[in-house]
């Protein structure tokens, strides 16, 4: 008996989340390939809960592939959302109770910081706990932001404001101040002994991620010029890139433990207002797990190492 019900909970949970897939894709071939699943068994998988349910949940316009939901197919993903995360809560609970810290910690982090993240924090903190597992999410502040409203994310770790701060439980480490880099064969007549300000930027090519770029177009703006931006990317990895050759100068947000590629000259600009702050946060309405606790706990403690 024991062995039929967890078998049946199994199948349940599997068809919700496939069902989630393949509303998110809009198409079965797509949801069937990211989930490793042959197309006829998922679509059994759906006339399945559609005869359980007794409702019609997905329609297909004729002559196209793609899938749409019906009412009551918009109404049962966000059930199924909703159970999902409950039951993943639920396995993190219940498997923290093992004498072995365990379970599964899901993380997302700005795309900028997401090699220094690693290395910092969760590398150290995997070596302490080999028996916890990790999802990790690379991406923008609102996607981070509606991951942990949605409780499908445990933590998020940031080098820009957050939208809604009232919302989450947060911690703040360390300032990133901006930097100015560039080679030394860029002809912008810039020298690197002396303070940089805002202002000498203005008709200079300047390359610089999302994120760095709305507080320096706003320092800018206060001496009377919008920046000449001719290359702006995710990371600072990609604006740097772009400057090895002498094209332009890269401004870039970097912490105490980031390294420029060598070869490549760095000023800070000084102005009191560039800065990020890396910040860790996490939902103020949803119970850590002992799991996720575990981390903060660990994070805290590495966090405050590091600003001494």
Known sequence: MYTIVVSFLTFIFEFYRNFITVAETGNLTTASKKLALAQPALSAQIKTLEHYYGAKLIQTARG?????????????????????????????????????????????????KSTFFINTYLRPFAAAYPEICFQFREEAVSAQTRHIAENSS???????????????????????????VYSPQANCGLDPQQPLTPKQ??????????????????????????????????????????????????????????????????QQLADDELYFEQTLFWSKKDRLSATAQLFLDFYLAAAKTDRH
């Open 64 to 112: 196209k592939r793609q899938l749409t939901l019906t009412e009551a197919g918009e109404a049962f993903l966000g059930k199924a959302r909703q159970i999902c995360r409950t039951e993943e809560t639920i396995l993190l609970d219940m498997q923290s109770f093992n004498k072995k810290a365990s379970g599964t910690l899901r993380f997302s982090v700005s795309p900028a």
């Open 154 to 180: 445990d933590f998020a770790f940031a080098n820009a404001p957050l939208p809604s701060p009232q919302l989450f439980a947060a911690h703040k480490t360390q300032k990133e101040y901006f930097y100015a």
């Open 201 to 266: 930027l203005q008709n200079i090519p300047v390359c610089c991620n999302f994120g760095c770029y709305s507080l320096l177009r706003k320092a800018c703006l206060k001496h009377g010029f919008m920046p000449k931006i001719r290359f702006i990317a995710t990371t600072n990895t990609a604006a740097l890139a772009f400057v090895q050759d002498g094209s332009g100068i890269a401004i870039v947000s970097a912490g105490g433990r980031d390294d420029f590629p060598q070869g490549l000259l760095q």
